[in-house]
């Protein structure tokens, strides 16, 4: 399915990619694909320069792969704002993308540090979300 369609499907939705590069992208959808990942972070330091739209309780979102083919459309069902280092251990494995809160941590900073924004006290826009339609677009990782 093509994004224009999707858009007029579920009017408002903003399009996003889960990660920085076609390997986590694939990853990440994969998660999200086999029900273990239910939850994302966006850091407000993002919202702020424009680079990520702010979530909202109830918008259907699409996910693309990272060459921008429609991956999945997802509904925002719960936002909390917190900081880094006063993310919950229940909210960082519900991301499910490690084990233990220390390796969310070091996962999270190494990612937010090779985007140039990265602070201890920064704040973090924890999002969970249910998938509402599975497009079946996959990454090509070489």
């Not at 251990?89 to 996962?107: F, K, S």
């Not at 201890?120 to 924890?126: H, N, R, T, V, Y």
Request: include cysteine; hydrophobic fraction near 40%.
């Amino acid at each position: 399915m093509d994004l224009e369609t999707l858009l007029s499907r579920y009017p408002g939705a903003e399009t996003y990619v889960f990660g920085d590069s076609a390997r986590l992208s694939a990853l990440l959808l994969g998660l999200v694909r086999s029900g273990a990942k239910r939850a994302t972070c966006t850091a407000m330091a993002d919202v702020a320069a424009g680079r990520e739209a702010l979530p909202t309780i109830g918008r259907c979102d699409i996910a693309t792969t990272f060459d921008g083919r429609p991956a999945l459309v997802n509904r925002t069902v719960e936002l909390r704002l917190v900081r880094f280092c006063d993310m919950p251990e229940e909210l960082a494995l519900a991301e499910g993308e490690d084990e233990t809160l220390a390796g969310w941590r070091e996962n999270h900073e190494r990612y937010y540090r090779r985007q140039g924004i990265f602070a201890p006290d920064m704040e973090l826009i924890w999002e969970r979300f249910e998938v509402v339609e599975n497009l079946g677009a996959v990454d090509v990782v070489d």
